[in-house]
T-cell receptor, first 114, second 109 residues
Framework: EAQVTQNPRYLITVTGKKLTVTCSQN?????MSWYRQDPGLGLRQIYY???????DKGDVPEGYKVSRKEKRNFPLILESPSPNQTSLYFC?????????????FGAGTRLSVL | TQLLEQSPQFLSIQEGENLTVYCNSS?????LQWYRQEPGEGPVLLVT???GGEVKKLKRLTFQFGDARKDSSLHITAAQPGDTGLYLC?????????WGAGTKLIIKP
């Protein structure tokens, strides 16, 4: 089954404790992206990657890191999480970037930073 | 700054009524997409409109892209409880999607 898989689905952590949210897609998509979703703000892009070893900042990259060593995986790293990073996070992939950039989303990771 | 304004933010109506959701911007987009998101899940694409003035229909849902490619609307005819969800519009610009904040739609039986 074609899908984008995120883990974990739920995570509660404390300020400053490094964490990684994994994302994997099995559709051989070139473009992958991380978003955070907050009430009233919609989806905001954190980072995106157009291909292996190519990553770029989105609209809200501060406090986050990503890597794209393999085409299928795009982990999101929070080196020192803070409470303002409490949010619902989505990974998405797309066959190509551009005009018809159709995003396929994972089920989301709900993160709480205490 | 919200580059893509979606309205209304929240809508609760009775089954059988019609409704329209709007997505407006001062910017031009190369395409505009509509997604639907249910609780505990990621957004799922409903439709993509590319050409100014384009109209697409998906059963009881009608999507329209403005002539100037700056705005879009989603019209639902005879809404049903199964239409309940969060509706999101997203405009494509270069290699990114610009998202609206969403319209939370509740259809009461």
């Amino acid at each position: 089954e074609a899908q984008v898989t995120q883990n974990p689905r739920y995570l509660i952590t404390v300020t400053g404790k490094k964490l990684t949210v994994t994302c994997s897609q099995n559709m051989n998509h070139e473009y992958m992206s991380w978003y955070r979703q907050d009430p009233g703000l919609g989806l905001r892009q954190i980072y995106y990657s157009m291909n292996v070893e190519v990553t770029d900042k989105g609209d809200v990259p501060e406090g986050y890191k990503v890597s794209r060593k393999e085409k299928r995986n795009f982990p999101l790293i929070l080196e020192s999480p803070s409470p303002n990073q409490t949010s619902l996070y989505f990974c998405a992939s797309s066959p190509i970037a551009g005009v018809k950039n159709i995003q396929y989303f994972g089920a989301g990771t709900r993160l709480s930073v205490l | 700054t919200q580059l893509l304004e979606q309205s209304p933010q929240f809508l609760s109506i009775q089954e059988g009524e019609n409704l329209t959701v709007y997505c407006n911007s001062s910017s031009v987009f190369s395409s505009l997409q509509w997604y639907r998101q249910e609780p505990g899940e990621g957004p799922v694409l409903l439709v993509t409109v590319v050409t100014g003035g384009e109209v697409k229909k998906l059963k009881r849902l009608t999507f329209q892209f403005g002539d100037a490619r700056k705005d879009s609307s989603l019209h639902i005819t005879a809404a049903q409880p199964g239409d309940t969800g969060l509706y999101l519009c997203a405009g494509a610009r270069n290699y990114q999607l610009i998202w609206g904040a969403g319209t939370k739609l509740i259809i009461k039986p």
